[in-house]
């Protein structure tokens, strides 16, 4: 998410330290209290593993710790940052498995405290993929590359955002838990560095908190951080619900990969004379927004023609809900907890024997596969585009709604005429109420020339016992897996 401005307060006596890329220890431990408040509340959905073990106040000092953990070593913001919460969170579950097994409350305590940083650490990764595009838009670039005033600046602002994040209450005590052994097992960073980050980091926030509580922030700032903070919460609960959405995007940049980025940071400066344009830090998510779906070489010529004036291609856009809040009627009415985005696992089986390699799925509405030939030198790469009905936050019960599903060919390259193509629908389910709903659904032909499809169908929802969950599903489908955008709603009464 780009974040619109930035107002900056200079003369900080926030300093930088080697540890870390410039992110606020002590805004990660403010950020990680809010959702581990929105989590005992129920506002925030969290895993069954997750959310017994927070009773433990030394559970969620480790959530705290994996929230800042990441900060301890330079690597784990870049390239594979997916694979390692994911290894965290396979280590922990086993090591209480074999805790279980043996039948020790100490290990098994251990365990709980492993699997709470383990989620911890996804804490992070939601926070600094929403906070720090903003700021690479005003100090122009990210961390890595920027001069030390620019990172001193990147540094303000963090300093900055953590005071937002207080909401005028005291700031919280910075007192995370980091399991050393656990965070040297599953990382390789030796345990003497994991202390010598440890030291820093905790040096690190009290300067923060200094800044954060004498500096404050201009209330210009506010929209800009509130859309921030919003971002990182959302994601923060799609994260934890379903670790494998947060996929290996670089943590300075957004939502890009590194290697993305650092080719379309090259390609930049090569249509640029050999330097990168002035508003470069605000411009290149918005490119990538742009280009979402195409694969990375016509991405990087889709974008660099857009620096020399070029148009974007045209796309099929879904727009994120904005309608207001309506009032829940006596009787009650299904409300929008949570939103989002999975996968299907791939089929290893189907790609072996059909040469299909998807290379790409989004949560925006787009899909992508290549395809092998019989002829081994016929490949056919397919590209979709979906849109759908965005549903209203409150659903009343008995009010029927109109649903479209709308699907779209995004430059698939067929011209061997195969019988390829890509399909989508929207649906719900509501277990309580044993009832399910098949709603609209479309697809395309490449072999017939059906390049596009639309469909309308109403729906209207019924009442269920309070505290009822329904789901409300966009799902669409090329090559080997389908990909769901899925909207969790709740019965709740006036």
């Known amino acids: 998410m780009i974040i619109d401005r930035f107002v900056l307060v200079f003369g900080s006596c926030l300093v930088l330290n080697s540890v870390g890329m410039g992110s606020g220890p002590l805004g990660h431990v403010v950020m990680a209290r809010h959702v581990l408040e929105q989590i005992q509340s129920g506002a925030i959905t969290a895993p069954a593993e997750l959310k017994a073990i927070l009773k433990d106040p030394d559970a969620a000092r480790a959530y705290c710790g994996g929230a800042v953990g990441p900060d301890l070593d330079d690597d784990t913001h870049y390239k594979r940052t997916s694979e390692l919460p994911a290894r965290m969170l396979a280590t922990a579950r086993k090591d209480l498995a074999s805790a279980q097994k043996a039948k020790s409350p100490a290990r098994i305590k251990a365990a709980n405290l492993e699997i709470a940083f383990s989620y911890g650490w996804l804490n992070h990764c939601a926070a600094d993929l929403s906070i720090h595009p903003g700021i690479n838009a005003v100090t122009g670039d990210t961390f890595r590359y920027n001069s030390l005033a620019g990172q001193a600046q990147h540094a303000q602002i963090e300093g900055q955002y953590t005071a937002f994040l207080s909401h005028g209450k005291p700031l919280p005590a910075y007192d995370p838990m980091i399991p050393a052994e656990f965070v040297h097992r599953t990382t390789s960073i030796s345990l003497a560095d994991i202390d010598a980050g440890a030291k820093g980091l905790a040096s690190k926030a009290g300067y923060e908190r200094t800044y954060a509580e004498t500096a404050g922030y201009p209330q210009d700032m506010s929209k800009a951080f509130k859309a921030a903070e919003d971002a990182a919460m959302s994601d923060n609960g799609a994260f934890i619900r ?253």
């Open 242 to 494: 379903n670790p494998v959405v947060f996929k290996d995007w670089d943590l300075d940049c957004g939502k890009i990969s590194t290697a993305e980025f650092e080719t379309l940071r090259e390609a930049t400066m090569r249509a640029n004379g050999g330097k990168l344009p002035a508003n470069w830090g605000a411009m290149y998510l918005s490119w990538d927004a742009r280009t979402n779906g195409l694969v990375l070489d016509k991405k990087i010529k889709v974008m660099t023609g857009i620096l020399g004036g070029a148009g974007a291609p045209p796309r099929v856009v879904v727009q994120k809900p904005n309608v207001p809040k309506t009032a829940i009627p006596k009787g009650g009415a299904w409300v929008l907890q949570s939103t989002s985005f999975t996968t299907q696992k791939v089929d290893v089986g189907f790609v072996e024997k059909n040469k299909v390699a998807e290379t790409g799925s989004d949560g925006m509405g787009s899909q992508q596969s290549t395809f092998g030939h019989p002829d081994p030198s016929i490949f056919v790469t397919v590209r979709i585009k979906v849109a759908w009905t965005q549903p209203e936050r409150t659903l009343i019960p008995g009010k029927t709604y109109r649903m479209r599903f709308a699907i779209l060919d995004a430059g698939s390259d067929d011209p061997h005429g195969l019988f390829l193509g890509g399909n989508g629908s929207l649906g719900s389910n509501c277990p309580a109420l044993g009832d399910v709903w098949y709603g609209p659904h479309a697809s395309i032909d490449l072999k017939n020339k059906v390049l596009q499809g639309e469909q309308i169908a109403d729906w209207t929802p019924r009442s269920a016992p309070v505290g009822s969950e329904m789901v409300l599903t966009a799902t669409w489908t090329v090559g080997m897996r389908g990909a769901y955008f899925t909207y969790l709603y709740k019965f709740v009464e006036k």
